[in-house]
């Protein structure tokens, strides 16, 4: 769906966020973009979707060139950025103005994600809304708009406990086979249970990219009391729960993939990591 | 075809246009209307042809340099540039809505306003005391076709150069592009007396009325003779055509 070949970008030319990157993403996949502040990742998005343009190197959206903004292509992309613009418009009549723009919008999605996100009146000012509600509005339009690429930077900011966890459950109940999901964040802990792709970005480069069963069928996440976990563990952190430790997983047995716990182990031994996902 | 150029999708951002700008924009409208219903009449002067005309077109002159400038002044803000350029339509047909809004739409909501006002005026100047000495002013004879065909030129120059201003300049886009097209005609000035200078020496102040009447027969020459008037015409369809490509480069272009 997504297919980036050695792309070259810089917002100065001295000063290049990537370096002959190159990265495939499917459909059928919740990926989750990582990486740390200045990284790249909001770059990477804008230039999957076309309002940044690569030196070098070619960015593929289902085949078209993001940068020529084709309008069959934007049809199929919806972009949640993490600044939120929303015009002085009602609910209802944000709605009539963007859908007909989306030619899978789903009235009755929108209206039903509304329900869940508890807001009630559709005629409401949506700049008169809290920045939750007007993300709340955002993510409801954005998953109804059923577009194949759904881009969201930094989806759970601003949205408080309880709209985390449904949230999860929207997203996870909008999600099917053909559509690419990529959501771009620091808050893993909250999207933790939906990602099932990583990509993680270092250094004008990408230090990893692959589904959560792949990084689980080569690593090994266990929890360990203080002083018990094993010296050939590659990464090992301690919390009031214990030690959390990154194995080798030459056994083939099965753990549950703690996303920060890898971003750390990753970033105190990359090298290693490079190497081991090479084989 | 369609990849580039839907009527549907045009529909579509104009009626987007008139629902995110339409209340802003009806604001200006009402003040024009009043402006053209009794400003004229203001003063205890005559509201005569000219004067009514005079004001016709800093309304349109001014009032479509501001409009215009600001046309895509949400491209240049981070998130409305962002979602604004997601919106799924091509360049194309973006950059003709603003196009047709700034060239069409606005000149012809200034002329229907301006008739509208003045009739308006015209209605309720007898129940309005100090309208009686000049109750009535004849709409259809103040605004001649003549007229329209001089301010049609001069309204093509400003629109094409303040459109490729309003994607040009991020901020102050109106008084920048002003600045610009200013410093433009100083510059030709400046031009023009250096050239004098050059070929007539110093020059002193009989010498300077006769270069005055000289070029208030150019005008003149330029009026009434076919070739120099084309030649006139070209020369702006040139500068505006000109402005028109700079900008939908520009626009193709942005990245934010």
Redesign the interface.
Known sequence: MIDIQHLSFGYRTQNEIFQDLTLQLGAGHIHGLLGKNGAGKTTLLKLISGTLFPYNGNVSTFGFTPAKRDPMMLQDIYFLPEDLFLPALSIQSYVKVYAPFYPHFDYTQFDSILQEFEIASKTQKIHTLSHGQKKKVQIAFSLAANTRLLIMDEPTNGLDIPAKSQFRRIVANAFTEERCIIISTHQVRDLHSLIDYITILDEHDIVMSHGVEEITKRLLFKWYDVGEAPVDALYTEESIKGVAAVLENHQQAESKLDIEILFNALFANKDKFKELFKK | M???F?FY?IK?LA??YL??RG?RDLIIIAAYFIAFAFLPRLGGGNPSDASTSSLFTLILILGGMRFTARIFHEIH???????F???????L?KFLLNGVLTLLFYPVVCLLLYYGGTLFGNLIAPVVPSFLNYPVIDVSSIIPAAYLKKMIPQYLICQATFFAGSLFFKKHPTTKTLILFTSFFLAVGVIQLIVIKFLWGDIDPMQNGAIVINSIDLFQAIESSSLLTGIKYISIAFVTAFFWFVAYFKFK?K??
């Open positions: 369609n990849h580039f839907s999708r579509q009626i987007r629902a995110e209340r803000q981070p998130a409305s540039g962002m979602h350029l997601h919106i799924p339509a091509s360049r047909e272009e990245q934010v």
